[in-house]
């Protein structure tokens, strides 16, 4: 034991005090309580689909409702809106009777619109997070398409079919 005490020296700089294992003092219990476990209640494993209100005092001037994302500026990039312009007209339908919401700068307020087309997917509206790209789905009394950015789809051949596909469908 000797061999170990002189090797910890070594070890240790600092000063060790040895306490002599004295019983500690008990203390007198007067009552004992009781704990009773918490009560846990069912939980419900169904997931309820948020709802939109569409109380509004004010109806929107024009039917659809268009949702970007662009941290640079407030509107919508020309190239982009010329490319919109395009797929607009392709359904009978013009930029000047869109509104447009920039989910840079604001929160999107859909209230009123007929149609609700989002090109970006940080739209941030009240849906599911299931809410599939390029299908049209119900927002409130909205028809809502959810899309992948404007230069994303001018780029991709696969993507322009997928938009046409559900705009032919939800503006026949």
Not at 97 to 104: E, I, L, R, S
Not at 139 to 162: F, M, P, W, Y
Request: proline share 8%; glycine share 4%; net charge negative.
């Amino acid at each position: 034991m000797s061999e170990s005490a002189e090797y910890l020296k070594f070890l240790i700089n600092e000063d060790i005090y040895l306490i002599d294992n004295l019983p500690a003092p008990q203390e007198e219990v007067k009552e004992v309580v009781k704990e009773t476990p918490p009560k846990h209640e069912p939980v419900s494993t169904v997931v309820a689909e948020p709802r939109v209100s569409l109380a509004s005092t004010q109806k929107p001037d024009n039917e659809i409702l268009v949702i970007f994302d662009n941290p640079t500026a407030k509107n919508l990039p020309a190239g982009e809106l010329e490319y919109l312009a395009k797929i607009l007209g392709a359904i009978g339908k013009s930029v000047e009777k869109v509104d447009f919401q920039n989910v840079a700068a604001t929160t999107p307020k859909p209230v009123g619109y007929r149609y609700v087309i989002t090109f970006t997917p940080n739209h941030q509206l009240p849906v599911a997070a299931s809410t599939q790209q390029y299908v049209s789905t119900k927002l409130g009394d909205a028809q809502l398409i959810v899309a992948d950015a404007l230069n994303n789809i001018s780029t991709s051949t696969d993507l322009r079919k997928k938009l046409w596909g559900v705009l032919q469908q939800v503006f026949k």
